[in-house]
Protein backbone atom coordinates (compact mmCIF):
# COMPACT_ATOMS: atom_id res chain seq x y z
CA UNK A 1 0.00 0.00 0.00
CA UNK A 2 1.15 3.71 -0.82
CA UNK A 3 2.81 5.36 1.99
CA UNK A 4 0.47 8.37 3.48
CA UNK A 5 2.04 11.88 4.04
CA UNK A 6 0.17 14.58 6.22
CA UNK A 7 0.96 18.22 4.95
CA UNK A 8 0.39 20.90 8.25
CA UNK A 9 0.53 24.13 6.53
CA UNK A 10 -2.30 27.42 7.10
CA UNK A 11 -1.22 28.78 3.35
CA UNK A 12 -3.30 26.68 0.85
CA UNK A 13 -0.79 27.50 -1.94
CA UNK A 14 1.98 25.49 0.26
CA UNK A 15 -0.48 22.35 0.59
CA UNK A 16 -1.28 22.53 -2.96
CA UNK A 17 2.20 22.15 -4.72
CA UNK A 18 2.75 19.89 -2.13
CA UNK A 19 0.41 17.63 -2.28
CA UNK A 20 0.83 17.72 -6.17
CA UNK A 21 4.20 16.59 -6.38
CA UNK A 22 4.15 13.75 -3.79
CA UNK A 23 1.00 12.37 -5.39
CA UNK A 24 2.75 12.55 -8.68
CA UNK A 25 4.99 10.42 -7.04
CA UNK A 26 2.46 7.90 -5.53
CA UNK A 27 2.50 9.10 -2.19
CA UNK A 28 -1.34 9.21 -0.63
CA UNK A 29 -1.94 12.77 0.66
CA UNK A 30 -4.04 14.51 3.49
CA UNK A 31 -3.94 17.69 4.58
CA UNK A 32 -4.13 20.20 7.25
CA UNK A 33 -4.21 23.69 7.93
CA UNK A 34 -3.82 23.85 11.24
CA UNK A 35 -1.78 22.10 14.34
CA UNK A 36 -5.31 21.78 15.98
CA UNK A 37 -6.77 20.14 12.81
CA UNK A 38 -3.56 17.96 12.82
CA UNK A 39 -3.34 17.01 15.76
CA UNK A 40 -7.63 15.81 15.09
CA UNK A 41 -6.46 13.91 12.32
CA UNK A 42 -3.73 12.21 13.90
CA UNK A 43 -6.20 11.09 16.89
CA UNK A 44 -8.18 9.69 14.51
CA UNK A 45 -5.33 7.51 11.94
CA UNK A 46 -1.35 7.52 11.85
CA UNK A 47 0.23 8.61 8.71
CA UNK A 48 3.72 7.61 7.83
CA UNK A 49 5.22 11.30 7.74
CA UNK A 50 4.16 14.59 8.25
CA UNK A 51 5.38 18.14 6.89
CA UNK A 52 4.92 20.63 9.49
CA UNK A 53 5.36 24.71 9.21
CA UNK A 54 6.10 26.03 12.29
CA UNK A 55 4.97 29.71 11.73
CA UNK A 56 1.88 29.18 11.34
CA UNK A 57 -1.87 31.57 12.91
CA UNK A 58 -2.95 29.84 15.91
CA UNK A 59 -1.55 26.43 17.32
CA UNK A 60 2.43 27.45 16.86
CA UNK A 61 4.21 24.21 14.90
CA UNK A 62 6.90 23.88 17.52
CA UNK A 63 3.69 22.79 20.81
CA UNK A 64 2.24 21.04 17.21
CA UNK A 65 5.67 19.24 17.06
CA UNK A 66 5.52 18.28 20.94
CA UNK A 67 1.61 16.85 21.26
CA UNK A 68 2.39 15.03 17.55
CA UNK A 69 5.30 13.31 19.72
CA UNK A 70 2.87 12.73 22.62
CA UNK A 71 0.52 10.54 20.53
CA UNK A 72 3.03 8.58 18.35
CA UNK A 73 6.45 8.75 19.64
CA UNK A 74 7.82 7.64 16.52
CA UNK A 75 6.34 9.41 13.64
CA UNK A 76 8.77 10.84 11.66
CA UNK A 77 7.85 14.74 11.29
CA UNK A 78 10.00 17.04 8.90
CA UNK A 79 9.81 20.89 10.00
CA UNK A 80 8.96 23.98 7.17
CA UNK A 81 9.99 27.29 8.04
CA UNK A 82 10.13 30.62 5.79
CA UNK A 83 12.20 32.32 8.39
CA UNK A 84 15.96 30.41 8.32
CA UNK A 85 16.17 30.70 12.16
CA UNK A 86 18.57 28.28 12.96
CA UNK A 87 17.31 28.15 16.79
CA UNK A 88 14.27 27.48 15.88
CA UNK A 89 14.90 24.85 13.89
CA UNK A 90 17.28 22.97 16.79
CA UNK A 91 14.93 23.40 18.87
CA UNK A 92 12.82 21.57 16.42
CA UNK A 93 15.43 18.66 16.29
CA UNK A 94 15.42 18.69 20.33
CA UNK A 95 11.44 18.34 20.58
CA UNK A 96 12.19 15.22 17.62
CA UNK A 97 11.43 16.68 14.60
CA UNK A 98 13.66 14.19 11.79
CA UNK A 99 14.10 17.03 9.47
CA UNK A 100 14.13 20.57 8.63
CA UNK A 101 13.41 22.35 5.48
CA UNK A 102 13.06 25.74 4.64
CA UNK A 103 11.01 27.88 2.31
CA UNK A 104 11.09 28.16 -0.50
CA UNK A 105 10.69 24.89 -0.87
CA UNK A 106 13.05 23.07 -2.73
CA UNK A 107 10.49 20.45 -4.80
CA UNK A 108 13.41 18.54 -5.48
CA UNK A 109 14.57 18.30 -2.12
CA UNK A 110 11.26 17.69 -0.74
CA UNK A 111 10.83 13.74 -2.29
CA UNK A 112 14.10 13.27 -1.30
CA UNK A 113 13.61 14.25 2.33
CA UNK A 114 10.13 12.53 1.65
CA UNK A 115 11.72 8.83 0.46
CA UNK A 116 14.59 9.25 2.88
CA UNK A 117 12.91 9.33 5.44
CA UNK A 118 9.99 6.56 4.71
CA UNK A 119 13.24 4.32 3.95
CA UNK A 120 14.80 5.19 7.18
CA UNK A 121 11.28 4.70 9.26
CA UNK A 122 10.96 1.53 7.83
CA UNK A 123 14.61 0.17 8.30
CA UNK A 124 14.66 0.95 11.87
CA UNK A 125 10.84 -0.90 12.02
CA UNK A 126 12.25 -4.29 10.79
CA UNK A 127 15.45 -3.56 12.95
CA UNK A 128 12.98 -3.23 15.62
CA UNK A 129 10.78 -6.61 14.82
CA UNK A 130 14.25 -8.65 14.09
CA UNK A 131 15.51 -7.50 17.23
CA UNK A 132 12.41 -8.48 18.86
CA UNK A 133 12.83 -12.57 16.76
CA UNK A 134 16.27 -12.31 17.80
CA UNK A 135 15.35 -11.60 21.59
CA UNK A 136 12.79 -14.69 21.75
CA UNK A 137 15.17 -17.06 21.29
CA UNK A 138 18.55 -15.73 23.03
CA UNK A 139 15.96 -13.88 25.96
CA UNK A 140 14.80 -17.09 27.13
CA UNK A 141 15.19 -18.57 30.49
CA UNK A 142 17.14 -21.49 31.37
CA UNK A 143 14.71 -24.46 32.61
CA UNK A 144 16.49 -25.74 35.86
CA UNK A 145 14.31 -27.54 38.26
CA UNK A 146 16.53 -30.17 38.87
CA UNK A 147 18.94 -30.23 42.09
CA UNK A 148 21.53 -30.66 38.76
CA UNK A 149 20.67 -27.97 37.20
CA UNK A 150 19.98 -25.98 40.32
CA UNK A 151 23.39 -26.54 41.33
CA UNK A 152 24.53 -25.70 37.93
CA UNK A 153 22.71 -21.98 38.26
CA UNK A 154 24.12 -21.12 41.33
CA UNK A 155 27.27 -21.90 39.69
CA UNK A 156 26.43 -19.83 37.32
CA UNK A 157 25.11 -16.63 38.89
CA UNK A 158 28.20 -16.58 40.67
CA UNK A 159 30.64 -16.55 38.01
CA UNK A 160 28.44 -14.30 35.65
CA UNK A 161 29.42 -10.94 37.96
CA UNK A 162 32.94 -11.54 38.12
CA UNK A 163 34.10 -10.91 34.63
CA UNK A 164 36.15 -14.57 34.49
CA UNK A 165 36.48 -16.66 31.07
CA UNK A 166 34.48 -19.29 31.62
CA UNK A 167 34.44 -22.78 29.45
CA UNK A 168 31.52 -24.36 28.84
CA UNK A 169 31.08 -27.80 28.25
CA UNK A 170 28.33 -30.00 27.01
CA UNK A 171 26.65 -33.41 25.05
CA UNK A 172 25.12 -31.99 22.15
CA UNK A 173 21.98 -29.66 22.66
CA UNK A 174 22.21 -29.62 26.35
CA UNK A 175 22.43 -25.56 25.97
CA UNK A 176 25.52 -24.20 25.93
CA UNK A 177 24.93 -21.13 24.04
CA UNK A 178 21.84 -20.59 26.22
CA UNK A 179 24.64 -20.59 29.20
CA UNK A 180 27.41 -18.03 27.27
CA UNK A 181 24.39 -15.91 26.74
CA UNK A 182 22.57 -15.77 29.97
CA UNK A 183 26.14 -15.30 31.50
CA UNK A 184 26.26 -12.86 29.63
CA UNK A 185 22.88 -11.46 30.83
CA UNK A 186 24.02 -11.50 34.46
CA UNK A 187 26.82 -9.95 33.63
CA UNK A 188 27.66 -6.17 34.29
CA UNK A 189 28.54 -5.77 31.25
CA UNK A 190 24.61 -6.88 30.50
CA UNK A 191 24.20 -3.65 27.72
CA UNK A 192 27.98 -3.96 26.09
CA UNK A 193 27.77 -6.58 22.71
CA UNK A 194 27.40 -10.69 23.33
CA UNK A 195 29.56 -11.56 19.87
CA UNK A 196 29.03 -15.31 18.78
CA UNK A 197 31.59 -16.94 16.57
CA UNK A 198 31.62 -20.21 15.56
CA UNK A 199 34.79 -21.44 14.65
CA UNK A 200 33.81 -24.74 13.36
CA UNK A 201 32.21 -22.55 10.23
CA UNK A 202 35.12 -20.53 9.29
CA UNK A 203 37.71 -21.39 6.31
CA UNK A 204 40.94 -21.85 8.24
CA UNK A 205 42.48 -18.87 5.47
CA UNK A 206 39.39 -16.33 6.48
CA UNK A 207 39.54 -17.00 11.06
CA UNK A 208 42.12 -13.92 11.36
CA UNK A 209 40.35 -11.76 9.12
CA UNK A 210 36.60 -12.72 10.92
CA UNK A 211 38.12 -12.16 14.41
CA UNK A 212 40.26 -9.21 14.00
CA UNK A 213 38.95 -7.39 10.59
CA UNK A 214 41.03 -6.72 7.78
CA UNK A 215 42.01 -3.13 6.58
CA UNK A 216 40.66 -2.03 2.80
CA UNK A 217 42.71 -3.56 0.06
CA UNK A 218 44.17 -6.50 2.87
CA UNK A 219 44.07 -9.03 0.27
CA UNK A 220 42.00 -10.07 -2.83
CA UNK A 221 38.42 -8.98 -2.19
CA UNK A 222 38.79 -6.75 0.45
CA UNK A 223 37.43 -4.39 -1.02
CA UNK A 224 36.67 -2.04 2.02
CA UNK A 225 38.10 -2.12 5.85
CA UNK A 226 36.17 -4.88 7.91
CA UNK A 227 35.63 -4.69 11.91
CA UNK A 228 36.39 -8.07 13.55
CA UNK A 229 34.52 -10.02 15.78
CA UNK A 230 37.10 -8.63 19.22
CA UNK A 231 36.58 -5.03 18.21
CA UNK A 232 32.70 -5.97 18.23
CA UNK A 233 33.06 -7.76 21.52
CA UNK A 234 35.13 -4.64 22.93
CA UNK A 235 33.62 -3.87 26.56
CA UNK A 236 31.45 -7.07 26.03
CA UNK A 237 31.57 -10.81 25.82
CA UNK A 238 33.30 -12.96 22.80
CA UNK A 239 31.58 -16.23 22.26
CA UNK A 240 34.04 -18.85 20.88
CA UNK A 241 32.04 -21.69 20.18
CA UNK A 242 32.74 -25.14 19.25
CA UNK A 243 36.22 -24.53 20.28
CA UNK A 244 37.93 -27.73 19.78
CA UNK A 245 37.23 -27.21 15.76
CA UNK A 246 40.06 -24.60 15.01
CA UNK A 247 43.20 -26.14 13.93
CA UNK A 248 46.31 -26.02 15.26
CA UNK A 249 47.52 -22.80 14.14
CA UNK A 250 44.40 -21.37 14.64
CA UNK A 251 44.37 -22.02 17.94
CA UNK A 252 48.09 -20.62 18.14
CA UNK A 253 46.84 -17.21 16.90
CA UNK A 254 44.35 -16.84 19.52
CA UNK A 255 46.02 -17.63 22.15
CA UNK A 256 48.37 -14.84 21.68
CA UNK A 257 45.37 -12.76 21.25
CA UNK A 258 44.07 -14.21 23.89
CA UNK A 259 46.87 -13.51 26.09
CA UNK A 260 47.48 -9.94 25.03
CA UNK A 261 44.36 -8.87 23.95
CA UNK A 262 45.79 -6.60 21.69
CA UNK A 263 46.01 -7.32 17.72
CA UNK A 264 46.23 -5.70 14.23
CA UNK A 265 43.56 -5.60 11.45
CA UNK A 266 45.00 -7.72 8.49
CA UNK A 267 46.97 -5.74 6.65
CA UNK A 268 47.00 -3.18 8.90
CA UNK A 269 49.35 -1.71 11.39
CA UNK A 270 47.88 -0.08 14.30
CA UNK A 271 47.74 -2.15 17.48
CA UNK A 272 44.23 -2.41 18.58
CA UNK A 273 43.57 -3.13 22.52
CA UNK A 274 40.39 -4.56 23.66
CA UNK A 275 39.08 -5.51 26.89
CA UNK A 276 36.75 -8.40 25.86
CA UNK A 277 35.31 -11.61 28.53
CA UNK A 278 35.93 -14.63 26.54
CA UNK A 279 33.39 -17.48 27.31
CA UNK A 280 33.94 -21.03 24.85
CA UNK A 281 32.47 -23.68 24.55
CA UNK A 282 33.08 -27.31 22.89
CA UNK A 283 30.64 -30.76 23.24
CA UNK A 284 34.37 -32.77 22.53
CA UNK A 285 36.21 -33.78 25.37
CA UNK A 286 39.39 -31.65 25.30
CA UNK A 287 41.68 -33.26 27.71
CA UNK A 288 41.29 -36.35 25.06
CA UNK A 289 42.09 -33.93 22.71
CA UNK A 290 45.29 -32.63 23.94
CA UNK A 291 46.12 -35.83 24.37
CA UNK A 292 45.98 -36.44 20.69
CA UNK A 293 47.84 -33.65 20.17
CA UNK A 294 44.94 -32.52 18.70
CA UNK A 295 43.82 -29.12 21.27
CA UNK A 296 46.83 -27.11 23.07
CA UNK A 297 47.07 -27.48 26.19
CA UNK A 298 48.29 -23.87 27.21
CA UNK A 299 44.96 -22.66 25.50
CA UNK A 300 43.02 -24.87 27.78
CA UNK A 301 44.47 -23.62 30.43
CA UNK A 302 43.71 -20.16 29.12
CA UNK A 303 40.25 -20.01 28.69
CA UNK A 304 38.92 -22.80 31.38
CA UNK A 305 39.39 -20.31 34.40
CA UNK A 306 35.85 -21.19 35.58
CA UNK A 307 34.76 -24.45 33.80
CA UNK A 308 30.97 -24.62 33.70
CA UNK A 309 29.62 -28.64 32.44
CA UNK A 310 25.87 -28.51 31.34
CA UNK A 311 24.15 -31.99 32.31
CA UNK A 312 22.94 -34.06 29.57
CA UNK A 313 19.18 -34.05 29.84
CA UNK A 314 18.81 -37.82 31.01
CA UNK A 315 20.72 -36.52 34.09
CA UNK A 316 17.64 -34.19 34.88
CA UNK A 317 14.85 -35.56 33.88
CA UNK A 318 12.69 -34.04 36.70
CA UNK A 319 13.43 -30.66 34.79
CA UNK A 320 11.07 -32.47 31.79
CA UNK A 321 7.56 -30.88 32.74
CA UNK A 322 8.91 -27.53 32.61
CA UNK A 323 11.13 -27.73 29.27
CA UNK A 324 8.50 -29.13 27.42
CA UNK A 325 6.20 -26.29 28.60
CA UNK A 326 8.89 -23.90 28.43
CA UNK A 327 9.35 -24.94 24.36
CA UNK A 328 5.99 -25.54 23.88
CA UNK A 329 4.90 -21.93 24.58
CA UNK A 330 8.50 -21.07 22.15
CA UNK A 331 7.23 -23.78 19.28
CA UNK A 332 3.43 -22.14 19.19
CA UNK A 333 4.88 -18.47 18.78
CA UNK A 334 7.33 -19.96 15.71
CA UNK A 335 4.42 -21.55 14.31
CA UNK A 336 1.51 -19.67 15.18
CA UNK A 337 -0.11 -23.51 16.38
CA UNK A 338 -1.44 -24.86 19.21
CA UNK A 339 0.77 -26.95 21.05
CA UNK A 340 -0.87 -30.58 22.36
CA UNK A 341 -1.56 -31.85 25.32
CA UNK A 342 0.22 -35.54 26.30
CA UNK A 343 -1.27 -38.02 28.04
CA UNK A 344 0.70 -39.67 31.41
CA UNK A 345 1.68 -42.37 29.05
CA UNK A 346 3.39 -40.39 27.04
CA UNK A 347 4.76 -38.29 29.90
CA UNK A 348 6.25 -41.55 30.89
CA UNK A 349 7.83 -42.52 27.45
CA UNK A 350 9.39 -38.76 27.76
CA UNK A 351 10.62 -39.93 31.31
CA UNK A 352 12.44 -43.03 29.92
CA UNK A 353 13.63 -42.03 26.75
CA UNK A 354 17.34 -41.55 26.53
CA UNK A 355 17.39 -38.34 24.87
CA UNK A 356 21.05 -38.75 23.06
CA UNK A 357 20.17 -35.22 21.47
CA UNK A 358 19.24 -33.45 24.51
CA UNK A 359 17.30 -30.37 24.94
CA UNK A 360 17.58 -29.45 21.01
CA UNK A 361 16.22 -33.24 20.59
CA UNK A 362 13.26 -32.44 22.89
CA UNK A 363 12.42 -29.06 20.95
CA UNK A 364 12.11 -30.50 17.28
CA UNK A 365 10.27 -33.67 18.66
CA UNK A 366 7.47 -30.48 20.12
CA UNK A 367 8.11 -29.06 16.62
CA UNK A 368 6.48 -32.03 14.81
CA UNK A 369 4.00 -32.86 17.44
CA UNK A 370 2.88 -29.89 17.11
CA UNK A 371 2.60 -29.60 13.72
CA UNK A 372 0.86 -33.56 13.14
CA UNK A 373 -1.47 -32.79 16.03
CA UNK A 374 -1.66 -29.59 17.22
CA UNK A 375 -4.51 -28.21 19.62
CA UNK A 376 -4.87 -32.39 20.40
CA UNK A 377 -4.00 -34.55 22.90
CA UNK A 378 -1.06 -37.04 22.05
CA UNK A 379 -0.94 -40.38 23.18
CA UNK A 380 2.38 -42.93 23.56
CA UNK A 381 1.98 -44.78 20.34
CA UNK A 382 1.72 -41.65 18.24
CA UNK A 383 5.43 -41.26 19.44
CA UNK A 384 8.18 -42.17 16.90
CA UNK A 385 8.92 -45.50 17.13
CA UNK A 386 12.34 -45.45 18.43
CA UNK A 387 11.57 -43.89 21.58
CA UNK A 388 9.10 -47.57 22.37
CA UNK A 389 11.92 -49.73 21.81
CA UNK A 390 12.53 -50.85 25.37
CA UNK A 391 9.32 -49.12 26.97
CA UNK A 392 7.22 -52.21 27.15
CA UNK A 393 9.67 -53.66 30.08
CA UNK A 394 9.62 -50.86 32.41
CA UNK A 395 5.72 -50.20 32.70
CA UNK A 396 2.75 -51.33 30.92
CA UNK A 397 1.85 -48.19 28.85
CA UNK A 398 -1.55 -49.29 27.76
CA UNK A 399 -2.79 -49.63 31.55
CA UNK A 400 -2.01 -46.26 31.81
CA UNK A 401 -4.66 -43.73 32.17
CA UNK A 402 -5.34 -41.53 29.16
CA UNK A 403 -6.05 -38.57 30.81
CA UNK A 404 -3.84 -35.56 29.90
CA UNK A 405 -0.89 -34.33 32.22
CA UNK A 406 -1.52 -30.82 32.95
CA UNK A 407 1.25 -28.57 33.35
CA UNK A 408 1.19 -26.27 36.35
CA UNK A 409 1.63 -22.76 34.29
CA UNK A 410 2.82 -21.10 31.51
CA UNK A 411 0.60 -22.72 28.69
CA UNK A 412 -1.77 -19.69 27.90
CA UNK A 413 -5.31 -19.89 29.60
CA UNK A 414 -6.75 -19.94 26.01
CA UNK A 415 -4.12 -22.30 24.33
CA UNK A 416 -5.11 -24.93 27.44
CA UNK A 417 -8.72 -24.32 26.90
CA UNK A 418 -8.68 -24.75 23.00
CA UNK A 419 -6.43 -27.87 23.56
CA UNK A 420 -9.58 -29.64 26.41
CA UNK A 421 -12.14 -28.92 23.41
CA UNK A 422 -10.47 -31.77 21.79
CA UNK A 423 -10.92 -34.07 24.74
CA UNK A 424 -14.31 -35.78 26.11
CA UNK A 425 -15.72 -34.76 29.14
CA UNK A 426 -14.34 -36.39 31.62
CA UNK A 427 -10.57 -35.37 30.41
CA UNK A 428 -11.70 -31.99 29.92
CA UNK A 429 -12.92 -31.25 33.36
CA UNK A 430 -10.42 -32.79 35.09
CA UNK A 431 -7.66 -31.32 33.35
CA UNK A 432 -9.35 -27.78 33.68
CA UNK A 433 -10.00 -28.69 37.50
CA UNK A 434 -6.42 -28.93 37.91
CA UNK A 435 -5.39 -26.22 35.77
CA UNK A 436 -7.67 -24.30 37.63
CA UNK A 437 -6.90 -25.32 41.37
CA UNK A 438 -3.26 -24.91 40.25
CA UNK A 439 -3.30 -21.31 39.03
CA UNK A 440 -5.24 -20.55 42.29
CA UNK A 441 -2.64 -21.92 44.37
CA UNK A 442 0.45 -20.12 43.10
CA UNK A 443 -1.89 -16.78 43.18
CA UNK A 444 -2.44 -17.69 46.99
CA UNK A 445 1.46 -17.91 46.97
CA UNK A 446 0.93 -21.73 47.52
CA UNK A 447 -1.16 -21.26 50.91
CA UNK A 448 -3.84 -23.69 51.04
CA UNK A 449 -6.25 -22.16 52.84
CA UNK A 450 -5.90 -19.21 51.56
CA UNK A 451 -6.58 -20.84 48.08
CA UNK A 452 -9.57 -22.41 50.06
CA UNK A 453 -11.40 -19.00 51.23
CA UNK A 454 -10.72 -17.30 47.80
CA UNK A 455 -12.27 -20.14 45.59
CA UNK A 456 -15.08 -20.82 48.41
CA UNK A 457 -13.99 -24.54 49.13
CA UNK A 458 -13.93 -26.41 52.16
CA UNK A 459 -9.73 -26.37 52.66
CA UNK A 460 -10.29 -30.06 53.35
CA UNK A 461 -12.18 -30.46 50.27
CA UNK A 462 -9.41 -28.18 48.31
CA UNK A 463 -6.55 -30.64 49.65
CA UNK A 464 -8.25 -33.91 48.51
CA UNK A 465 -8.73 -31.94 44.92
CA UNK A 466 -5.23 -31.02 44.63
CA UNK A 467 -4.02 -34.86 45.51
CA UNK A 468 -6.66 -36.00 43.22
CA UNK A 469 -5.46 -33.74 40.72
CA UNK A 470 -2.09 -35.52 40.10
CA UNK A 471 -4.41 -39.08 40.35
CA UNK A 472 -6.76 -40.24 37.77
CA UNK A 473 -9.94 -38.39 36.29
CA UNK A 474 -12.13 -40.66 38.21
CA UNK A 475 -11.29 -39.45 41.46
CA UNK A 476 -12.07 -36.06 40.99
CA UNK A 477 -15.41 -36.50 39.75
CA UNK A 478 -18.62 -35.56 42.16
N1 LIG B 1 17.65 -25.29 30.28
C1 LIG B 1 17.03 -24.86 29.18
N2 LIG B 1 15.88 -24.18 29.30
C2 LIG B 1 15.21 -23.76 28.18
N3 LIG B 1 15.64 -23.95 26.94
C3 LIG B 1 16.78 -24.61 26.76
C4 LIG B 1 17.54 -25.10 27.87
N4 LIG B 1 18.64 -25.70 27.40
C5 LIG B 1 18.57 -25.60 26.06
N5 LIG B 1 17.47 -24.94 25.66
C6 LIG B 1 17.06 -24.68 24.27
O1 LIG B 1 17.48 -25.79 23.50
C7 LIG B 1 18.06 -25.41 22.26
C8 LIG B 1 19.50 -25.87 22.20
O2 LIG B 1 20.29 -25.11 23.10
P1 LIG B 1 21.75 -24.55 22.72
O3 LIG B 1 21.83 -24.12 21.31
O4 LIG B 1 22.14 -23.56 23.78
O5 LIG B 1 22.56 -25.90 22.92
P2 LIG B 1 24.09 -26.23 22.59
O6 LIG B 1 24.60 -27.03 23.72
O7 LIG B 1 24.82 -24.98 22.24
O8 LIG B 1 23.90 -27.16 21.33
P3 LIG B 1 25.03 -27.66 20.24
O9 LIG B 1 25.95 -28.56 20.98
O10 LIG B 1 24.21 -28.38 19.23
O11 LIG B 1 25.68 -26.43 19.74
C9 LIG B 1 17.92 -23.90 22.21
O12 LIG B 1 16.74 -23.58 21.50
C10 LIG B 1 17.80 -23.49 23.66
O13 LIG B 1 17.08 -22.28 23.79
MG1 LIG C 1 25.82 -24.56 20.42
Request: with cysteine; aromatic share 6%; proline share 4%.
Amino acid sequence: MSKHILIVDDEEGIRFSLRGILEDEGYRVSEAQSGEEALSVLQKKCPDLVFLDIWMSGMDGLVCLQKVKELHADLPVIMMSGHGNIETAVQALRYGAHDFVEKPLSLEKILLLARHTLEMKELRQENTMLRQAVSLDSDSQMVANSPIMQRFMSDLYKVAPTNAWVLITGENGTGKELTARTLHRKSKQENAPFVAVNCAAIPEELIESELFGHEQGAFTGADSAKVGKFELANGGTLFLDEIADMSLKTQAKILRILQEQSFERVGGTRTIHVNVRVVAATNKNLELAIEKGEFRQDLYYRLRVFPLHVPALRERKEDLPRLIETLSAHVERKYSMKAPLFTDATMKVFEHWRWPGNVRELMHLLERLTVLYSASCVDFHQLPPEMLEDIDNIVDLEKMPTEPFVFTAHISAEGFLQNCLHLDYKNAKHAFETYYLQHKLEEAGGNVTKLAETIGLERSNVHRKLRAGKETPDAVAE
